[in-house]
């Protein structure tokens, strides 16, 4: 073999990569998740570059800047970004350089061997290069929609969750209130059927009031725990570590409902879902693009040199390819992709349209609940005040006064749900809008 083309040989070899494997191991992984922790130096970082101190109380937007590096979702996303940017650097690579060698012997003559080195340089035409730059770029900016999507997730599911566990452990503490009203009301009652006073139909009464009680204690219970575990996972943390933060307590009332105008226009121009969908467009009307450029005919350019019997020879190649039926199929293909994607992009912005317009109505008769709510505590607490005044004054029993005592207790109880459960309209309603929206505490 010559030494030129050793040389080229070696010099082709020498730019080539070698393959490096990374598996994944499950294990590693179920190690890492149990070492998650939000007094992570990585975490710690995140918090102070977000303005927020390590310790103290957690709000959402304080959980969301440490699940900035817990959450595997956002990470994801943000490898899926990466990904997305190095294609960009792909596509505006330009077709390798060809070399070709022969070599022959004749049977007769002086000088039997023929050999020849050629090149082949594409030279390519119709803004193949730029069209795939631009499609490239065109999935590298959906790809960062993305990250905008997998941060709304999570954002949903931690308000969620903290929703839940304030909304648990506010409805246990008046529960529980009311199991020691029951309790005396039982202790009345108790007292009375023992002089003869009181007769059965009050027992079952009682009896049923302690079960029903019980059923919502433990559901209240209950809640808690499932509200503990699902803040966990919306962190991306273990169990453990979730149940011990402070929460900061949510603001006593919830924000007013806001204009529909303003969250359609928030939701039709920001949402993410749709901002996706128009990502998509875009990459359809580059793939378009790039489909008309291919099919321009490449350059085909081969200079080379032979040694022909004795005679030195250079010589210049060139070809080209002509447009086939399969350039054009190609195009009327991508032409349909790009009406499907505008379609899709019209059927997202309307159903986005539509789910914050239903969101509001949601939110807003959530309010009225709760003020319906409300005032029923305000008329029960009157009617407890009023049976106390009878008692004292001679003209009302004291078993009287107790059930009315446990009958505001238990409009209590339903405020606090009412009160709650308007809270979570509210996050219902960001998750619809998935944009700035006037009074967010979130």
């Not at 070492?35 to 304080?62: C, N, Y």
């Not at 452990?169 to 059927?193: D, F, K, P, T």
């Not at 040694?307 to 447009?323: I, M, V």
């Amino acid at each position: 073999m010559s030494p030129l083309v050793t040389a080229g040989l070696a010099l082709a070899l020498a730019s080539c990569q070698a393959y490096r494997g990374r598996p994944l191991d499950p294990g590693a992984g179920l190690a890492a998740y149990r070492r998650t922790s939000l007094s992570s130096a990585e975490v710690i970082a995140g918090l102070r570059r977000a303005g927020f101190s390590p310790g103290g109380r957690w709000t959402v937007r304080k959980m969301m800047a440490a699940a900035e590096s817990t959450h595997p979702s956002l990470v994801r996303a943000r490898a899926d970004l990466d990904a997305a940017r190095a294609g960009v650097g792909v596509a505006g690579t330009r077709p390798p350089l060809g070399v070709s060698l022969d070599l022959q012997r004749a049977a007769q003559g002086t000088t039997p061997w023929t050999c020849g080195l050629m090149l082949d340089h594409t030279i390519e035409t119709g803004g193949k290069r730029a069209a795939r730059i631009l499609k490239a770029r065109a999935e590298a900016d959906r790809a960062a929609i993305g990250i905008a999507q997998a941060r709304g997730d999570v954002r949903i599911a931690v308000a969620n969750a903290v929703i839940d566990r304030h909304a648990a452990a506010a409805l246990i503490s008046v529960l529980e209130e009311n199991s020691q009203l029951l309790g005396s009301w039982e202790m009345a009652a108790g007292r009375l059927s023992e002089m003869g006073e009181s007769d059965r139909l009050q027992g079952f009464t009682l009896e049923r009031e302690r079960s029903v009680l019980e059923r919502e204690l433990a559901a209240a219970r209950k809640q808690a725990r499932v509200a503990a575990a699902a803040l966990a996972r919306a962190l991306g943390i273990p169990d453990q570590e979730a149940a011990g933060l402070s929460l900061a307590a949510l603001p006593a009332t919830p924000p007013a409902a806001p204009s529909l105008a303003a969250i359609q226009e928030t939701t039709a121009l920001g949402r993410p879902d749709v901002l996706d969908r128009l990502a998509a467009y875009a990459v359809a009307e580059t793939a378009l693009r790039l489909e008309v450029a291919n099919q321009y005919p490449d350059l085909h350019l081969g200079p080379g040199y032979s040694y022909d019997q004795g005679q030195r020879k250079w010589l210049l190649s060139a070809s080209a390819s002509f447009p086939s039926d399969a350039h054009a199929a190609a195009i009327r293909r991508a032409e349909a992709d790009r009406t499907a994607a505008a379609a899709a992009f019209a059927e997202t912005q309307h159903a986005a349209l539509g789910a914050a317009a239903t969101a509001r109505e949601e939110y807003a008769g959530s309010l009225r609940q709760w003020r319906r709510a409300q005032e029923l505590v305000k008329k029960s607490e009157a009617i407890e005040r009023a049976q106390s005044k009878l008692a004292g004054a001679g003209a009302g029993d004291r078993v009287a006064v107790l059930q009315a005592r446990y009958a505001a207790g238990q409009d209590r109880a339903a405020q606090v749900s009412a009160r709650f459960d308007a809270w979570r309209a509210w996050v219902a309603l960001l998750d619809a809008v998935r944009g700035p929206v006037e009074g967010d505490v979130f």
